[in-house]
């Protein structure tokens, strides 16, 4: 069995309203195994057969949930689905100083091209942007901003900066300013947002 988180989209704003015991009870109702909620935001922990490295099973799965969504609450369901044990990874990863003017996110895609797209994009708009050259065929690893020893970078206060990290993008967003910087708004647009789904690093650490 393979723990599972899967992160729904728009749960809770924009009038899709599902309640946390809603959600467990369709999960488990499905047959998966563990099934836990974290906060209020569409967190789900459970267990499944399919293998994270199975991409195709992987799929399959992630379309199985939006569909049983999509028809237990009457909405157009998008899941990023993500194996748990490479949430760790994730969390630790985040290449910038937390600080008390800034949010700390996590944007997760559906695909790796989603998030390659995206980090083009917003380069080609000339946003803050510490990994411009996305592979087209995934974030990869290697365009990660390096952090060498000097630790987290800081963010001048105000500023917003973007990276690339293994298979999500991080973002340091001015605090109170999370709907309204140029990159929420790109995040936002039609092109990108169906594949996207953001997570404050404090939910993430939540979900270890």
């Known amino acids: 069995m393979t723990e599972w988180v899967a992160l729904l989209r728009g749960i809770n704003v924009g009038g899709v309203n599902i309640k946390s015991a809603e959600l467990a009870g369709l999960f488990r109702e499905s047959g998966f195994d563990a099934v836990k909620t974290v906060l209020a935001t569409g967190n789900v922990l459970f267990s499944s057969p399919e293998e994270a490295g199975d991409t195709?099973?992987?799929e399959g799965?992630?379309?199985r949930?939006?569909?049983?969504?999509?028809?237990?609450?009457?909405?157009?369901?998008?899941?990023?689905?993500?194996?748990?044990?490479?949430?760790?990874?994730v969390a630790a990863a985040y290449p910038y100083a937390e600080s008390a003017a800034h949010h700390a996110y996590v944007v997760f895609g559906s695909d790796p091209g989603a998030l390659a797209a995206l980090l083009d994009d917003a380069a080609g708009r000339g946003l803050s942007v510490d990994a411009p050259a996305a592979d087209r065929e995934g974030v990869r690893a290697s365009d990660a901003l390096d952090r060498g020893s000097a630790g987290p970078v800081p963010v001048a206060e105000g500023a917003e900066r973007v990276s690339a990290g293994e298979g999500v993008l991080y973002w340091a967003c001015p605090r109170g300013s999370?709907?309204?910087t140029p990159f929420s708004k790109l995040t936002a647009?039609?092109?990108h947002k169906p594949?996207?789904?953001?997570?404050?690093?404090?939910?993430?650490?939540?979900?270890l």
């Open 56 to 58: 195709v099973a992987a």
């Open 61 to 63: 799965l992630r379309t």
């Open 65 to 89: 949930l939006e569909e049983l969504l999509s028809e237990r609450f009457g909405y157009e369901a998008r899941v990023v689905l993500e194996p748990r044990a490479r949430i760790a990874g």
């Open 178 to 180: 999370s709907t309204d």
């Open 189 to 191: 647009a039609a092109r």
């Open 195 to 207: 594949s996207l789904t953001t997570r404050n690093l404090n939910t993430v650490r939540k979900l």
